[in-house]
């Protein structure tokens, strides 16, 4: 039988037009698991806490231990600080040391500012 008379029939025996089926249906996990992490939100997550952990390597043991990075949002790293006169400190000396050894270790797309709060 004819393919084009075949969907001409099935068709009409549906009711429906006949979709065409994409000759290669099958994909690897590798190409479709980053669309499925970005299309969930996860990439940014994984990130998140990939600079959860470098975060005591890179501002320091003393530093580390009074402040906590809480959330990565569109490029912005919020970090929690405990004292107001760290919070001082970071801000207006340590900031853009910071800033640029995040940038160098997870690069500028990840990384383009850091928010300091006191809580």
Known sequence: ???SLRAHVISEWR???????????WAASADLLPKLMQRLGLKERL??????EAWSKIVGDFIAAHSSPVAL????LYVRVLQPALHYELEQVAKIDIVRKLKQRFGGKIIRDVR????
């Open 47 to 52: 990130h998140e806490i990939e600079v959860q």
């Open 15 to 25: 009711g429906l037009p006949e979709k065409p089926m994409p000759g290669n249906r």
């Open 1 to 3: 039988m004819n393919p």
């Open 73 to 76: 949002r569109e490029g912005i």
């Open 116 to 119: 300091f709060r006191v809580g």
